[in-house]
C-alpha cells in the first residue's frame, strides 16, 4: 500500500513539473513564423508607399486600445504612434508584432505596456519568450493578427504595382523621321555681271 502512494504521489510530481516545463517552453515555430512573417511584411512595406501601410496597421487595429506606457491611460492606436516607432528603428512588421502581443495579453496579472514589451525586446528576448513571459500558451492569435496585417500590407504594394504599371509604364510615341533636307535653290544670276 505504501509502494502505491508512493507511486502515485511520483507520479503526481512528475506531472506537475512536467506540466510546469511544457509551460516554460518557448514556441520556438510560431516564433520562426512571426520572423519570416514580419520579414515578407517589411519586403511588401518596401515596395508600397509609406503613409500606405502606416495606416493599413492603425486600420488593422481600429477599436483596439493600446496602453502606450506604464500607468498611461489606454487609447487607440495613431499614424504618429507607428511614425514614432518606425523612428526607433523597427520595421512595420516588428511594429505589427509588437502590436499584436500587446494588444492580446491574456488577462494574467497587469498587462505590459507596448513601451515595456518593446524593451523586452531590445534587452534580446525573442518573439516566443515574450510571448512566454506574457503568458501567451503559444503565438496562434498573434500570428493571426500579423498574417492579416501582411495580407493587408501585400494588397497596398500589389495596388501600387498595379498603378505604376497603367501609369509609369506608358510606351512613348515614336518620334517621327525628320524629313530630309530640301537644297535651297541657286540664286539666280543678275544680269550683266
Known amino acids: 500500500m505504501r509502494f502505491l502512494t508512493w507511486l502515485a504521489s511520483a ?38 508607399a509609406q ?21 498611461s491611460q489606454p487609447r487607440e492606436l495613431t499614424a504618429k504612434d507607428v511614425q514614432d516607432l518606425r523612428a526607433k528603428k523597427l ?5 505589427s508584432i509588437l502590436l499584436a502581443l500587446t494588444a492580446k495579453q491574456p488577462t494574467i496579472g497587469t498587462p505590459k505596456s507596448v ?6 525586446r531590445q534587452d534580446g528576448a525573442g518573439w516566443g ?15 493571426k493578427s500579423v498574417k492579416a496585417t501582411e495580407k493587408d500590407v501585400t494588397k ?9 504599371d497603367k501609369t509609369g ?5 515614336e518620334k517621327p523621321e525628320k524629313p530630309e533636307k530640301l537644297e535651297k535653290p541657286e540664286k539666280p ?3 550683266g555681271r
Open 11 to 48: 507520479a503526481l510530481l512528475t506531472g506537475l513539473v512536467g506540466g510546469q516545463a511544457a509551460a516554460q517552453e518557448v514556441d520556438t515555430k510560431g516564433d520562426k513564423e512571426l520572423t519570416q512573417t514580419a520579414q515578407k511584411i517589411d519586403k511588401s512595406a518596401a515596395d508600397s
Open 51 to 71: 503613409g500606405r501601410v502606416t495606416s493599413k496597421i492603425v486600420e488593422e487595429w481600429k477599436g483596439t486600445k493600446f496602453t502606450f506606457e506604464p500607468n
Open 91 to 95: 520595421g512595420y512588421g516588428e511594429i
Open 115 to 120: 513601451s515595456e514589451v518593446l524593451k523586452m
Open 129 to 143: 519568450k515574450l510571448a512566454r513571459d506574457l503568458g501567451y500558451k503559444n503565438l496562434g492569435s498573434v500570428i
Open 156 to 164: 497596398v504594394a500589389m495596388e501600387r504595382s498595379e498603378k505604376s
Open 169 to 173: 509604364k506608358v510606351d512613348k510615341p
Open 189 to 191: 544670276e543678275k544680269p
